[in-house]
């Protein structure tokens, strides 16, 4: 059985293996040019993480500021599965930051260390964007926009705002904050203190410290010291990482397609700046 496994291991002398996984960037988005965690990426590596029969745990090293509910909750859901079918136990550490998805996913794991300076939290939802109804006005641009469903293009940026728009999308949010907040209360447990869920829950992050004192997290840990300490100087590590294609090395993948036609790469180079700049300002909130 595999939990017998490292009792084996220190019989025969064999060192402790801890699987290591990156989990750095966005969480779930799509664009040209844009390296993002979803489940489709991290399938295949969290299976060559936790099967292997000779791991003696898996580690997740994570920075990100989050963004797709359902991508954090697939990848998190495998990483429980996983953990389950294999009987090894999972270990998170943060590094700059897990917030929102990110701290989402840092809850599969069995314990959580952090850096006291990192940043943790930010259990909520948020949409953002922009109205563009009056600088169209101001232009002298026509907008034109047809639906079937008279509630189509709900929040559509170049139409007035509605307020029973508003109250849709706010009724979404509260659905997926709670199924957040249920998650991170299943998964913490009695490490969470009570008196401080009104606060924790309000979609505010804080430094690794204030994390430990709440419960968030276990406590200050890095991954080679911690799971040394816990397994052993002679443990090993084997880092599994997420490879691009050899196009995608040489930054070819997204201009594919786009040879020969000029009006393409510069629509090509646009969409990649916006993906540039959404990410920045997914970062940006947190001061990073």
Same mark, same amino acid.
């Given at each position: 059985?595999?939990?017998?496994?490292?009792?084996v291991?220190?019989?025969?002398?064999?060192?402790?293996?801890v699987?290591?996984?990156?989990?750095?960037?966005?969480?779930?988005?799509?664009?040209?040019?844009?390296?993002?965690?979803?489940?489709?990426?991290l399938?295949?590596?969290?299976?060559?993480a936790?099967?292997?029969?000779?791991?003696?745990?898996?580690?997740? !090293?994570?920075?990100?500021?989050?963004?797709?509910? !359902?991508?954090?909750? +697939?990848?998190?859901?495998?990483?429980? /599965?996983?953990?389950? *079918?294999?009987?090894?136990?999972? !270990?998170?550490?943060?590094?700059?930051?897990?917030?929102?998805?990110?701290?989402w996913?840092?809850?599969?794991?069995? $314990?959580?260390?952090?850096?006291?300076?990192?940043?943790?939290?930010?259990?909520?939802?948020?949409t953002?964007?922009?109205?563009?109804? /009056?600088a169209?006005e101001?232009?002298?641009? *026509?907008?034109?926009?047809?639906?079937? %469903?008279?509630r189509?293009?709900?929040?559509?940026p170049?139409?007035? *705002?509605?307020?029973?728009?508003?109250?849709?999308?706010?009724?979404?949010h509260?659905?997926?904050?709670?199924?957040?907040?249920?998650? !991170?209360?299943?998964?913490? %447990?009695?490490? +969470?203190?009570?008196?401080?869920e009104?606060?924790m829950f309000?979609?505010?992050?804080?430094t690794?410290?204030?994390?430990?004192?709440?419960?968030l997290?276990?406590?200050?840990? $890095?991954?080679?010291r911690?799971?040394?300490?816990?397994?052993?100087?002679?443990?090993?590590?084997?880092?599994?990482r997420?490879r691009r294609?050899?196009?995608?090395?040489?930054?070819?993948?997204?201009?594919?397609?786009?040879?020969?036609s000029?009006?393409l790469?510069?629509?090509d180079w646009?969409?990649?700046?916006?993906?540039?700049?959404? /990410?920045?300002?997914?970062?940006?909130?947190? %001061?990073?």
């Amino acid at each position: 059985m595999a939990w017998f496994d490292p009792i084996v291991d220190r019989i025969r002398g064999r060192p402790p293996i801890v699987s290591v996984v990156p989990l750095r960037g966005i969480i779930g988005g799509l664009g040209p040019g844009r390296r993002t965690l979803n489940l489709d990426g991290l399938a295949p590596i969290l299976e060559a993480a936790f099967r292997p029969k000779h791991v003696t745990a898996v580690a997740l !090293v994570i920075n990100s500021p989050g963004g797709s509910p !359902v991508q954090s909750d +697939l990848i998190a859901s495998r990483v429980r /599965d996983l953990s389950a *079918e294999t009987r090894k136990p999972v !270990v998170a550490f943060v590094e700059d930051l897990a917030a929102s998805g990110g701290y989402w996913i840092a809850c599969a794991a069995d $314990e959580i260390f952090v850096n006291p300076a990192s940043i943790v939290g930010s259990i909520g939802v948020v949409t953002s964007g922009f109205g563009f109804v /009056d600088a169209i006005e101001k232009l002298g641009i *026509e907008r034109r926009l047809y639906t079937a %469903g008279t509630r189509k293009a709900l929040l559509d940026p170049f139409s007035p *705002e509605k307020e029973e728009d508003v109250a849709h999308l706010k009724t979404i949010h509260r659905e997926l904050h709670a199924l957040y907040i249920d998650w !991170v209360r299943e998964r913490r %447990g009695d490490a +969470l203190k009570p008196d401080d869920e009104p606060e924790m829950f309000e979609g505010k992050f804080w430094t690794g410290q204030r994390g430990i004192e709440l419960g968030l997290v276990d406590g200050p840990g $890095e991954v080679r010291r911690t799971m040394r300490g816990r397994y052993g100087d002679k443990t090993r590590f084997r880092v599994l990482r997420q490879r691009r294609s050899l196009l995608g090395r040489f930054g070819i993948e997204s201009r594919m397609g786009t040879v020969g036609s000029a009006d393409l790469a510069a629509a090509d180079w646009a969409a990649g700046l916006v993906t540039a700049l959404d /990410d920045r300002a997914h970062w940006a909130r947190f %001061g990073l």
